[in-house]
């Protein structure tokens, strides 16, 4: 398979700018914006494939408070390494080490995590301002959402929430958190349905008179299929991402009621090191961009974490029949996913050019609108289904 994939195109070819989107992350992390950077370095991880990103990924999930998840994800980082000595350097090997040990302490102590709650004003800050980097965040929203509108199209749910998710982050604005919900209704599956429904009503809560008479009459449809999926004997189940083999999406923790913050923010983190062989006690949040050579393409070669921190494995002996047809489509995805990695820029912009019209048309709709947060549901619809 041709892991190769392009990094940087143009929003209009309906690929993402990974080296902005980074920035952006590691800006929010920076700020405090814990969620923000989580969502961010998470697609990063899921688009990119690199060790980095991953790394970063499961740091924010331990910020957040997702002990066990974070957990289950250094696990996998580090089942990977014994896989393939040489895909990490000692120095990232021993930070892996030591967030798994601060993570499982962390779950062994019942606080899930050391941070400090966010406030508010900080999370709205950097939703106002993106560290300084508002007309970079623009650009990214774009090509988040376009990204969004083709893998919703193309019935990649999983990543489609993960791009809602991200542009999400980078803007406050409540249709993609509706948009994100959305995705992960479609996913389906008990636990991703019990989330949806928990996002649904945190946003009615938190929007209050906010919300318009078709959002919510929409919100209130949506969570009834969700209700009525999981009432079913057999909860229909689609793996947590359709890549395989990265983090899941991280849950949108709730807001507290009245508020738009509702995440804990790193207090101090120190030993942590900045760039690989960095002394223990470096003050970076995140792990420093690794060299060509260790970038490793996690899709093809770690199998996906359960909620449990177990890696999945089956066998052809051991399938069961929703299994095999279930990795079935994985496979079928892999392949189209490698199609279009190596197809041509031209071949790529005729892929996405209704895709990318759409994503124009709500950007238009809502400069018309001022936020047009919460415009009705039409041709052009701000919220995707």
């Avoid at 969620?35 to 990119?48: C, D, E, I, P, Q």
């Avoid at 050579?293 to 177990?310: I, L, Q, R, W, Y």
Wanted: glycine share 8%; aromatic share 4%.
């Amino acid at each position: 398979m041709d892991t190769e994939r392009v990094n940087t195109v143009e929003p209009e070819q309906g690929e993402l700018d990974l080296a902005s989107l980074h920035t952006l992350a590691t800006l929010a992390n920076q700020q405090g914006a814990t969620m923000s950077a989580a969502a961010l370095f998470l697609l990063s991880a899921t688009w990119g494939g690199t060790l980095t990103a991953h790394i970063s990924a499961a740091n924010m999930l331990f910020k957040l408070g997702e002990a066990r998840r974070a957990c289950a994800e250094y696990e996998v980082l580090l089942a990977h390494e014994d896989k393939h000595p040489g895909s990490m350097s000692t120095t990232v090997r021993q930070l892996v080490e030591r967030k798994r040990g601060e993570a499982r302490a962390a779950l062994a102590a019942g606080t899930t995590t050391a941070s400090a709650p966010t406030t508010a004003r900080t999370q709205q800050k950097w939703w106002r301002t993106c560290g300084g980097q508002k007309k970079l965040a623009d650009k990214v929203t774009k090509q988040l959402t376009s990204l969004g509108a083709g893998a919703n199209d193309g019935g990649d749910y999983a990543l489609a929430r993960i791009a809602y998710a991200a542009a999400f982050a980078l803007t406050g604005r409540g249709t993609l958190r509706i948009s994100a919900a959305n995705m992960t209704l479609k996913i389906g599956g008990e636990e991703n349905l019990r989330a949806a429904i928990e996002e649904y009503d945190c946003i009615v809560a938190e929007a209050g008179r906010d919300l318009s008479a078709a959002h919510a009459e929409m919100i209130r449809r949506k969570r009834a299929e969700a209700e009525a999926q999981m009432a079913l004997e057999a909860v229909p189940f689609v793996r947590p991402s359709v890549m395989g083999d990265l983090p899941a999406m991280p849950r949108m923790t709730r807001m507290t009621r009245g508020s738009v913050a509702w995440l804990p923010v790193p207090a101090d983190d120190e030993g942590e090191p900045a760039a690989v062989g960095a002394a223990p006690d470096a003050a970076a949040t995140e792990v420093t961009p690794l060299p060509e050579k260790t970038a490793v393409k996690f899709a093809d070669n770690v199998g996906a974490p359960e909620e449990t921190g177990k890696a999945e494995t089956v066998t052809g002996a051991d399938q069961t029949e929703e299994q095999a047809a279930e990795t079935a489509i994985l496979v079928a995805t892999r392949v189209a996913r490698a199609r279009r990695a190596s197809a041509s820029a031209s071949n790529l912009m005729a892929e996405t050019t209704v895709q990318d019209r759409l994503a124009r048309a709500r950007s238009n709709a809502e400069a018309a609108a001022g936020e047009a947060e919460y415009e009705t549901e039409g041709p052009v619809q701000a919220v995707e289904e």
